[in-house]
């Protein structure tokens, strides 16, 4: 039995494998057992093809049910043109090999401001959040060299509050997401105030996606942070309570624990810090003998196969930090 398996009470990949979904098969055998898989055979499948009937002209899709007192629609467009990149990539391996993705590359390209951040989701406020989450994607999709990306990152570490993570900057002057419709110009950081482990969590996934950047000494400062944050409260109201951290979506977005965990894999933390070990055995105590997890999912329809990625999601962090 391979170390990691060894580490949990049961074998997921076992049950993992009765799945008949065909992307989640996929990624089991790329990621779990190492076999040479060409998601590209996944594209063609209904569920993408879908998706990619809606895609518009520019690269964007629309957001259908845009709440204009909180923002315009164009804004709204951002964020669904980012959901739906996020299902293309996470979940059907899409890259900048395919015409769509390219074409929602460009999109968001002329989304990026003068100083580097991809800005909208948050109206003209600033969004480190989504806005490296939106880079986490286009580096998965084969952009981790391009200029934007580059721009992009030099923003990023010039937007830090002072212990080294990342807050939401009109959360660091006390205001509001009504801020959004508001306020038209842009709210600089008050630095000196803490950090957010719901930003931090998301901003450090655009670093951990990086080849280079996760080695960098700034997104080991931030790792450290957000580790010493896993089930505790965030400064912040948006992350007020210690449950959000069990609160799980995928493909990622806001932070969690999975996520966090995939992020710290990634940027080389070890299985033998004392926090890593607490964070890992909450999946250990809490496993099934089936060997899945009965998750809290927070966003999506079909909640039994987001089960699915997210068990899959796990299995690659155990992977990662005992193999």
Known sequence: MKKWLSSLKYDPVAHLLKSDNEPILAFIRRDL?????????????????????????N??????????NIRLQGYYDQYETFRNLSVLIEMFGFNKKHPAIAKAAEYFFTKQSKEGDFRG??????????????????????YANDVHIKKHFQWLLGIRQNEGGWAIPFRTKDYGIDVIADRMDTIQPEVSKPFSW??????????????????????QKAGKLLLSSIFKKD?????????????????????????AL????LLGFSAKDLQIQKAL??????????????????RGANKDILNLWLVLAVCRVFKRFYD
Not at 59 to 68: H, L, M, R
Not at 198 to 219: C, D, I, N, Q, W
Not at 281 to 298: A, C, E, H, S
Request: glycine share 4%; no cysteine; proline share 6%.
């Open 59 to 68: 690269g964007s899709w629309k957001y259908p049910s845009a709440k204009k």
């Open 33 to 57: 057992l190492s076999e040479t898989v060409s998601t590209d055979d996944l594209w063609q499948l209904a569920e993408p093809q879908k998706i990619l009937k809606k895609q518009r002209p």
């Open 262 to 265: 995939d992020s710290l894999s």
């Open 198 to 219: 719901m930003v931090t969590g998301a901003v450090l996934r655009a670093f951990a996606a990086h080849p280079k950047y996760r080695k960098s000494k700034e997104a």
């Open 235 to 259: 400064n912040y109201p948006d992350r007020a309570n210690t449950e959000y951290w069990l609160r799980f979506s995928f493909p990622f977005d806001y932070t969690h624990l999975i996520s």
């Open 281 to 298: 055995n909450w999946f250990v105590k809490n496993q099934q003998k089936n060997g899945l997890w009965k998750l809290r999912i927070v």
């Open 121 to 142: 989701v948050y109206g003209n406020q600033y969004s480190p959040n989504y806005s490296a989450a939106i880079a986490e994607l286009l580096i998965k999709a084969g």
